[in-house]
């Protein structure tokens, strides 16, 4: 390595002075990282790789270590570390699982001094050792960590953590041979760097993945974590045991911890997602943050402490392109505004409410638990604690049992597992889930499921024998212009008489067009008769309509799609009719007699009622009574809006599963996204594996169906030897033994098979879930702490 010349300037013996300020960066930082001095800081992200010098009233731009025409995938990084014992010394993890060092002492443009590509996927973490130049330690995407000595072209030595993804690794500030790593299995280990064949330590310390670690710089044995269960941890290592000691629940993942210098207490976490303030905890309060800083608009990727013995600046980049620079005496105090009351409810419906002492003592005669023994005292006191830097304030809690049985959720367990989602025909799945519903006495989730196999259903699916009876014995008939109403006045019920009169007297039928609003005889006449004093009377069958009722109907219907090619009735009827009375005697009289009508007009004039009811009959089915499955895509949009805004999401999601592309295009994204993100949670609260997984497979939001595509790879240690298998079987290619005997029976597990992932001993699923239940450690004798989850 080229001896390195100094570029920055030392930091004078005054204090470090500056004021609240920002500044728009060209792209997205993933990381931050700040030099010894505390002058300068170096930003870092796909398309990002700059130093900005920390002025007093701005950031200025130092130097752009991005060059070329175009870039290479070593300048895209992931995490970035300046190195606190030599100056000019940088490391970078990059994308594309190579690990970069960078001298800023070099003459030319491009600084970058060392490549080691020995990562197979992305390098998440790089941390330098605090105390030793040339000892670089990396943590990658494919499980494995890397020390490098930067005088060597390789790494020096592999830890495999026998898990799918490293996280975070992070030296010790006062052991020289100790680093930490956190996992994507929820494990944190701790290594000896002198030891790379086994880890020293390790414990589980949240459920789901371990994003980042942080040592107490002053306390040497605390070790802070945070993870996606939203939560930080405080653990004592200087026990035989990993101990928690504080834990600190936040509203979202936890994506960065550091911890504050000169406060033993004081540390500072960013989220991965959602929430994009910055807040300073003091892990004696864990539940309302000391300090926060609201200032990004965006996920804040990273975060350091500008010196590591001030504690009064603090940076941080983004993915809105900003870099800030936060005093903290500029910052937010969410205690000044934290409301005295609080309201819960739990999961099995009881409610808690804590108010000021003085609210609730005035009552004396309320009666928090009406009937039964209570389950949990009615005050709550925190001793006093003289070390503490808060206000303290006095409050009750009250908590409110409800009668267990008007409360209980197993209507939501047993729909989950009893509804159909997938594997039938649509209407089949409605009635089903209908029948559920009315099962477990919920009529309206039930009538719903009705409503929506008629809405959407296939019409030809759909059986309706009250329109049909009329003319179900007739078989298939004809439509209306391939028969004459002619033949039909001696006998209409008959088929050969129907069949008979295909094609015969063209001339006498009566045409009724859905696209032709007029009504024509054979000589197309319908203007009012030569020589009539009024006008023409219209005649369908015996039934008479006067002109203003014909007129509407037949406006009405031109807006309807013609389906048929061949000509039609002109309106539906409203209902059948059941009383059929014989058309006036004058107006057959006079029809008849009249010269202008011809005999077929006379001939429909005379109709019987029993044929004309046939007549009207045979043309009910001619339309489809149904309406498009569009037109009630509004109406149900709403209605899943009404079950969400309610509280039953598992309804909502239901329905849009099942209806799939029907409905998918009338919501949002995002909409739907909360929907199933709901649901899938409650689902996994109640511990409905199998539904949640079902749901997440089916869903049509395309945020949702990925969480079932992340990489499914199992790393397996045997449980004789201990080593990781290669092999594709169950036989270790070391000890040549079987690695699936059960720990408990001590027989081959020949079906399903479960492990720890934390000792890599298991068995049948049986045998292990009943020996936890009764022992937390493992069967095998290992002393690991087991958890069937």
């Keep these: 390595m080229e001896k390195m010349s100094r570029v920055t300037t030392a930091l004078s013996s005054s204090a470090i002075t500056g004021r609240t300020m920002f500044c728009h960066l060209d792209a997205p930082a993933n990381a931050i ?31 752009n270590l991005r060059v070329g025409r175009k870039p290479s995938l070593n300048f895209s990084c992931a995490d970035v570390m300046w190195h606190q014992m030599e100056e000019n010394l940088l490391a970078t993890a990059a994308t594309n699982g190579a690990v970069v060092t960078w001298n800023l002492g070099k003459p030319s443009r491009n600084k970058q001094d060392q490549l080691f590509t020995e990562h197979k996927r992305t390098v998440n973490k790089v941390c330098f050792h605090p105390t030793e130049v040339y000892m670089l330690l990396s943590g990658s995407q494919d499980g494995f960590m890397k020390c490098f000595d930067l005088r060597k072209k390789e790494s020096v030595s592999t830890f ?3 898990s799918e993804s490293v996280r975070d690794v992070q030296f010790s500030m006062k052991d020289y041979f100790t680093f930490a790593a956190s996992f994507e299995n929820g494990n944190v280990q701790l290594w000896d760097i002198r030891r790379p064949d086994r880890y020293e330590r390790m414990f589980t310390a949240h459920t789901g993945p371990v994003f980042c670690c942080d040592w107490h710089p002053d306390d040497r044995g605390w070790l802070a974590t945070g993870g996606r269960d939203k939560m930080v941890k405080v653990w004592d290592m200087t026990t035989n045991r990993a101990k928690e000691i504080y834990c600190v629940q936040t509203i979202a993942s936890v994506a960065r911890v550091k911890w504050r210098p000169e406060r033993k207490f004081h540390l500072a976490t960013c989220s991965m997602m959602v929430d ?7 892990v004696r309060r864990p539940f309302i943050p000391f300090a926060t800083f609201e200032e990004h608009k965006d996920v804040t990727t990273g975060i350091v402490w500008r010196h590591q013995h001030d504690p009064h600046f603090l940076l941080s980049g983004s993915k809105d392109s900003t870099l800030y620079q936060h005093m903290f005496r500029d910052a937010t105090r969410p205690v000044d505004k934290a409301n005295p009351e609080g309201l819960c409810f739990g999961l099995l419906g009881d409610l808690a409410f804590a108010a000021k002492e003085s609210l609730i003592s005035s009552d004396a005669n309320r009666k928090p638990y009406p009937g039964g023994d209570r389950r949990y005292p009615i005050f709550f006191f925190k001793k006093p604690d003289p070390t503490e830097q808060f206000a303290h304030v006095s409050s009750v809690l009250s908590v409110f049992e409800t009668d267990l049985d008007s409360n209980r959720m197993d209507w939501f367990v047993k729909t989950a597992q009893l509804y159909l989602l997938s594997g039938k025909p649509f209407a089949e799945l409605c009635d089903h889930n209908a029948k559920v519903a009315r099962e477990l006495k919920r009529p309206q989730v039930s009538t719903t499921w009705t409503m929506l196999r008629i809405m959407f259903s296939d019409p030809a699916n759909l059986s309706t024998p009250g329109l049909n009876q009329s003319f179900s014995k007739l078989g298939t008939l004809p439509l209306m212009n391939s028969f004459s109403l002619k ?38 006449e319908n203007e009012e008769t030569e020589g009539s004093e009024g006008q023409a009377e219209y005649m369908f069958g015996d039934a008479e309509l006067d002109d203003d009722d014909l007129y509407s109907m037949e406006h009405d219907n031109q807006t309807e799609e013609q389906e048929y090619t061949l000509p039609q009735e002109a309106f539906q009827l409203r209902h059948e009719i059941m009383d059929h009375p014989s058309a006036p005697e004058h107006l ?32 009910q089915p001619l339309y489809s009574p149904h309406l498009p499955a569009s037109f009630f895509c509004p109406i149900v949009r709403e209605m899943l809006t009404y079950y969400a805004e309610k509280g039953d999401v598992q309804m909502a999601v239901s329905v849009l599963i099942v209806l799939g592309d029907r409905i998918r295009k009338e919501i949002d994204d995002l909409t739907q996204e909360h929907w199933y993100m709901s649901y899938i949670d409650l689902l996994q609260r109640f511990e409905l594996w199998n539904v949640s997984n079902e749901v997440i497979k089916l869903s049509t939001c395309s945020a949702i169906t990925c969480l079932n595509q992340t990489s499914t790879t199992l790393h397996i ?4 030897c201990k080593r990781p298998m290669s092999n594709k079987g169950w036989i270790c290619d070391r000890c040549h033994q079987c690695a699936s005997v059960c720990a408990v029976c001590h027989h081959v597990v020949k079906g399903m098979f479960v492990w720890c992932q934390g000792c890599s001993h298991g068995g049948h699923l049986e045998h292990v879930m009943n020996w936890l239940k009764s022992s937390a450690h493992c069967p095998a004798g290992c002393g690991h702490l087991c ?3």
Aim: charged share 25%; with cysteine; glycine share 8%.
């Design 160 to 162: 495999s953590g026998q």
């Design 487 to 524: 033949e039909m006045g001696s006998g209409l019920g008959t088929e050969g008489r129907l069949e008979r009169s295909k094609g015969e007297n063209r001339q006498d039928i009566i045409h009724l067009e859905p696209g032709n609003s007029h009504i024509s005889n054979n000589n197309e």
């Design 717 to 720: 240690n045997c449980s004789n």
């Design 588 to 619: 057959q009289q006079d029809k008849a007699d009249s010269p202008h009508v011809s005999g077929n007009e006379a001939e429909v004039t005379c109709l019987t009622p029993i044929e004309s009811f046939s007549l009207i009959s045979i043309s």
């Design 276 to 282: 994009h303030n910055i807040y300073v905890w003091d």
């Design 33 to 63: 990282s700040v030099c010894r001095d505390a002058t300068q800081v170096v930003v870092a992200g796909r398309n990002i790789f700059k130093i900005y010098a920390l002025e007093e009233e701005q950031f200025v731009e130092k130097l």
């Design 787 to 789: 958890e069937y989850t």
